[in-house]
């Protein structure tokens, strides 16, 4: 799942892969950055910084359908402070804490979280909840197509 996400923040992966983030100005500032959060440690999979626009998506990558509570309470206590605190940019005004699941996960995820989702189906990329950002939001509202291609692989 991490590299389905970080593919959309990418110039050029592959000529097929979505770039969505990347053309909305969105790139990747930190990847497991621990963000201390009411005393307690909490490291997102992803943090992405969109600086033009002040915003960031905290992101948590998830394969699986389950969600763990205490994850879950520490994303949505995050303050953007924290954030600063962590490294993020002072310009960056607001944030919003999100899972990017695969689609048949949505309802057990959806039943365990208020968060924000970014949900990959077999042929298109959706957003459910409050993103944050108007552009991103329309982006995922209209759905962003996926060929049949496998997700970009950053190990190798």
């Not at 590299?3 to 990418?10: A, C, D, Q, T, V």
């Not at 924000?116 to 759905?143: H, P, Q, S």
Request: aromatic share 4%.
């Amino acid at each position: 799942m991490a590299n389905k996400w970080l593919g959309l923040s990418r110039r050029r992966i592959n000529t097929i892969w979505p770039k969505t983030l990347h053309d909305l100005g969105y790139a990747i500032h930190g990847i497991e950055h621990t963000v201390r959060v009411g005393g307690r440690n909490v490291s997102p999979d992803v943090i992405m910084a969109n600086i033009a626009a002040g915003h960031a998506l905290v992101t948590d990558c998830k394969s699986g359908a389950n969600v763990d509570l205490g994850q879950d309470l520490g994303h949505a206590r995050m303050a953007t402070g924290d954030l600063h605190r962590a490294g993020v940019p002072a310009s960056i005004r607001s944030h919003t804490p999100i899972y990017a699941i695969n689609e048949e996960h949505v309802g057990r995820i959806r039943g365990h979280t208020r968060l924000a989702l970014v949900v990959f189906g077999k042929r298109r990329i959706y957003g459910i909840g409050d993103l944050g950002n108007a552009d991103l939001a329309g982006e995922l509202r209209r759905g962003v197509p996926l060929e049949e291609v496998s997700a970009p692989d950053f190990d190798n």
